[in-house]
């Protein structure tokens, strides 16, 4: 696989937009001519050299192509837009919309991410080491199709509505989540690891949703149905016990499943 | 009537520039092109036309050097203001609620012209309710139907005996058509945390604990779909209540929901007013059931409308790549400030600088601030450039939209020498235009 290099520079204090920086923009053009794929810093177009140096060997084809982000691009919005394949791996942090409507191959960041990564996302992995904000996988405003594929893991902590309106694919969050995970899901699987403030799944019409930490408050609208051991998630088995949940019954006919640690989460059952 | 031989002249049928329920039945006295007095408008109202003791008015453009303003033409102001937006990367323009259409139109093309980013003060209150609206809906109606026909009225989250202080008399207590008596024919539900004086009217005051909203619907539309609660209570409110409001919502014959920030703006925000809308639709299996935003600024509608007639977006249009995108949380004005994205701001009939919070301020009293401000306000203190206008609904005419989105015509009451918004914004789109071509 061979691997293109960016080293930011300096970030502006107005952002930029690079949706250019994918496999799929960068395949079968020399350094040169990605040295001057245009990018977008408030609302006037710069060639990319001008905030990044690029280094190293291009690609034929996205999928053997591997992008480096050497550095922090705290202030870089829709890195990995629409990506089909190959690899994007950011050493550091980025801001909004990283992975947005991703298709394929698989983006690492390394950093903390901001609000709207992996909206829409259809296939392919993104994975943030640290935290991420809002809206995980969610989708676009006024849409009620979100995440419909792929596979999106974050290790820190995130923020509200993430799996927003959800239609398929999987989410995993290893931290803890604030309010309205799941809110208007209806498909697909969200496994959070840590705590919930409150909300889990409101408005939710299919899906499943695993809490293993402790959710603080829960929906009135969930039917406590028993506890199970060892539940099936997504060909999965999930060991330890879990409280079961089906709802969100403020919805018409709905039918989808919160699955909540036994351990801590005695004050939710009715 | 004379007074001291000045003529006092009467001027019916004026609209008022204050709240989006838009009276237009207010009578004002005019005395020596000044308005002293008026009939009919509520106590916010008649301040407004009279004037607030203690007001200043600008009544020249002003410009900042060294910490200290001094007056200029209004063109030498105008040819700055068009100067600072034309040479910005991401111009923020902010406000534009407390005036007309028309002016709003013309913002929407200096925002274009300038690859602004444009939002209005919606986004501060009833932003929510138009991003809920898009996922699930607007079952709304107008005034003249909540009057003749409303049996339920709910207000949810707003207080208008302080806040839209004409509203209980026009819709609850005012006599319609099918509602004979008025008051008496109407069951009234009041959902709010403190016992504030709507409160004490209601038939059924749902004192729900802060920042449950969301907690409460979602029972709500659970049991209006046949399902039990298995709580004892639910956001602090005893499951029999809620099972008893369900049942006057199910049973009215024409019900209609009023909210306000109180639900808008407490925890989760748009999903409130989502999940709100959606148990009106619900409701609408059993009678007529619909909904009004209780707007603040007389013209907060307008704007979204406007905006939406030009952009296809109702706030938070960001104009950068030349073309209108749309995302609040990103392009909103507290968004575009507290993420330090703004370089330039433009602020238009309203006051952030009084309302928004102190990490949005830092970032203003950084950049370039213009301020289309006919009074001294905290935002005209941290601005760098102040053009006064005359003031839309009493010095100049246009038009807005009421709360449930009705147009009105706004009179001009008296004379002003000074140019209106419309006017202003006019000549700075030319200039900018000017600006761009000699680039």
Redesign the interface.
Same mark, same amino acid.
């Given at each position: 696989m061979s691997e293109i290099i960016l080293t930011p520079k300096e970030q502006p204090?107005?952002?930029l937009?690079a949706k250019n920086i994918t496999p799929d923009a960068f395949a079968g053009k020399t350094i040169d001519e990605i040295k001057e794929l245009k990018i977008?810093?408030?609302?006037?177009q710069v060639a990319l050299s001008e905030f990044f140096d690029v280094d190293g060997e291009s690609a034929e084809n996205a999928s053997e192509m591997k992008i480096i982000i050497d550095g922090d691009v705290y202030n870089t919005k829709r890195i990995g837009q629409k990506m089909t394949a190959g690899e994007i791996t950011v050493k550091g942090n980025v801001n909004?919309y990283v992975g947005v409507e991703m298709k394929g191959g698989k983006l690492t960041v390394e950093g903390n991410a901001a609000?709207?990564a992996g909206q829409d996302m259809e296939g392919g992995e993104l994975v943030i080491m640290g935290n991420a904000e %809002?809206?995980v996988g969610a989708a676009y405003?006024?849409d009620?199709r979100g995440m419909s594929g792929g596979k999106i893991t974050v290790y820190g902590n995130v923020g509200s509505?993430i799996a927003e309106y959800m239609n398929g694919g999987k989410m995993i969050i290893k931290g803890n989540v604030a309010?309205?995970p799941g809110?208007?899901m209806n498909n697909g699987v969200l496994i959070i690891e840590g705590n919930v403030v409150?909300?889990v799944g409101?408005?939710m019409a299919g899906g499943t949703i695993v809490v293993k930490g402790v959710i603080n408050?829960f929906?009135?609208?969930f039917?406590?149905i028993g506890v199970e051991k060892e539940i099936e998630v997504d060909g999965e088995t999930i060991p330890g016990a879990f409280y079961k949940f089906k709802? %969100?019954?403020?919805?018409?006919g709905a039918n989808g499943t919160v699955y909540a640690a036994v351990a801590g989460n005695g004050h939710i059952v009715? | 009537m004379g007074n001291g031989g000045i003529i006092l002249e009467i001027v019916k049928n004026v609209v008022c520039p204050f709240c989006g329920t838009l009276c237009d039945d207010i009578i004002c006295k005019v005395e020596n092109n000044e308005i002293v007095g008026t009939i009919n408008a509520c106590r916010i109202g008649h301040s407004k036309f009279v004037h607030t003791e203690g007001a200043m008015r600008y009544k020249k453009p002003m410009i900042r050097k060294d910490g200290e303003f001094m007056e200029i033409s209004y063109d030498e102001a105008i040819d700055k203001a068009a100067q600072i937006l034309a040479e910005s990367k991401r111009p923020l323009m902010y406000g534009w609620s407390c005036t007309e259409c028309e002016a709003q139109a013309v913002g929407m093309e200096l925002a274009e012209e300038t690859k602004a980013v444009i939002d209005n003060t919606a986004s501060v209150c009833h932003g929510p309710s138009v991003l809920a609206l898009q996922d699930v809906g607007y079952p709304i109606c107008t005034f003249g139907e909540v009057k003749n026909r409303a049996d339920v009225v709910v207000y949810w989250g707003c207080n208008p005996m302080h806040a839209h202080p004409r509203h209980l008399s026009r819709h609850v207590f005012a006599r319609g058509f099918f509602r004979e008596r008025g008051r008496p024919d109407r069951t009234l539900i009041v959902v709010d945390p403190r016992e504030s004086d709507t409160a004490k009217l209601a038939d059924i005051h749902l004192q729900l604990d802060f920042d449950r909203d969301y907690e409460l619907l979602d029972a709500m539309r659970a049991v209006l779909l046949g399902h039990e609660i298995h709580y004892d209570e639910v956001a602090g409110i005893p499951k029999e209540l809620i099972y008893e409001a369900v049942e006057v919502l199910k049973k009215a014959q024409f019900g209609i929901l009023f909210f306000g920030m109180g639900i808008t703006h407490s925890r989760g925000k748009h999903r409130n007013i989502d999940i709100a809308i959606m148990m009106v639709e619900d409701l609408n299996d059993y009678g007529k059931f619909t909904l009004i935003p209780m707007r603040g600024h007389y013209n907060v509608t307008g704007f979204n409308q406007v905006a939406t007639w030009q952009s296809g977006y109702p706030f938070c249009v960001d104009f950068s790549l030349g073309y209108p995108r749309y995302n609040p949380g990103e392009t909103g004005a507290n968004d575009q400030l507290q993420n330090k994205e703004a370089d330039a701001m433009m602020v238009i009939a309203s006051d952030p600088g009084a309302h928004f919070p102190q990490r949005a301020l830092e970032t203003m009293a950084e950049i370039p601030v213009i301020a289309i401000e006919p009074h001294r306000t905290p935002t005209t203190e941290m601005a760098d450039l102040i053009i006064p206008p005359a003031i839309v609904g009493m010095e100049a005419e246009g038009t807005a939209y009421r709360m449930e989105g009705v147009p009105i015509r706004m009179k001009k009451v008296v004379d002003s020498e000074l140019l209106s918004d419309r006017e202003i914004l006019e000549k700075i789109v030319e200039r900018v235009k000017e600006i761009k071509a000699s680039k």
């Open positions: 204090q107005v952002p937009e977008w810093h408030g609302n006037i909004m609000s709207w %809002d809206y405003r006024g009620w509505e309010i309205m809110v208007h409150a909300r409101g408005e408050e929906l009135a609208g039917k406590y709802g %969100d019954h403020a919805t018409k009715p | -």
